[in-house]
């Protein structure tokens, strides 16, 4: 598939998942952070790389907030100006400070130190964002390569925590484009459920 394709598909995916009502994200955000916790990768965890969802992505405030509770490490990213993330530590909402970088989009960024790039590697788990995923656990990202730069870190430190995308149901889809250096996740946490990759149990919902 063509990057022109890509960026179609993108396009579709985004022009859905802007299309939804607040209450529908405000809901889907809650069942999600009880879907994710039920992870056992979760649950083991000591550090997670995480990050805050903006505008009509399916919420992760009530996971950060929950994985703090149980006193786990929570690194957030922070952009820096080619593309590549940073990591701070999330402390509580209060240690969110609004950034916007040139004229494209707003973030909320961890306001304390930074801890470098290299930061991820110390993750048992990666939280990723995305727009889709495939029945192979490929991911179609948004297309800015932030998240392909920390999975080749990744893999350059022998590094080899879970990848987990957080997703609405509808975007869990037959097949994504992928590259030669796309890398598979291992799990897609959804509203209504959990898909492993890899595994015939498939999806293993534990809510209504």
Do not use: I
């Not at 920390?150 to 995308?165: K, Q």
């Amino acid at each position: 598939m063509t990057e022109p394709d890509k960026r179609l598909l993108r396009r579709e995916f985004l022009e859905v998942r802007n299309g939804l009502p607040e209450d529908v994200v405000r809901e889907s955000g809650d069942r999600l952070a009880e879907q994710a916790l039920a992870l056992p990768e979760l649950a083991r965890a000591r550090t997670v790389a995480a990050y805050v969802s903006v505008g009509a992505e399916p919420g992760t405030s009530a996971l950060l907030e929950a994985l703090r509770a149980r006193g786990v490490r929570v690194l957030l990213p922070a952009l820096l100006p080619d593309d590549d993330l940073d990591w701070g530590e999330y402390t509580g909402p209060g240690c969110l400070a609004r950034v916007r970088h040139g004229g494209r989009m707003e973030l909320s960024e961890p306001s304390g130190a930074r801890l470098g790039p290299g930061a991820v590697t110390a993750a048992d788990v990666v939280l990723l964002p995305g727009l889709a995923v495939d029945g192979r656990g490929m991911r179609l990202g948004r297309g800015g390569g932030s998240y392909d730069r920390v999975l080749a870190r990744l893999e350059r430190a022998h590094a080899h925590p879970a990848l987990v995308v957080l997703l609405y149901d509808t975007e869990v889809v037959g097949r994504v484009p992928a590259e030669a250096h796309d890398r598979p996740v291992q799990a897609v946490v959804t509203p209504s459920g959990v898909r492993r990759f890899g595994d015939a149990r498939g999806w293993t919902p534990k809510g209504p």
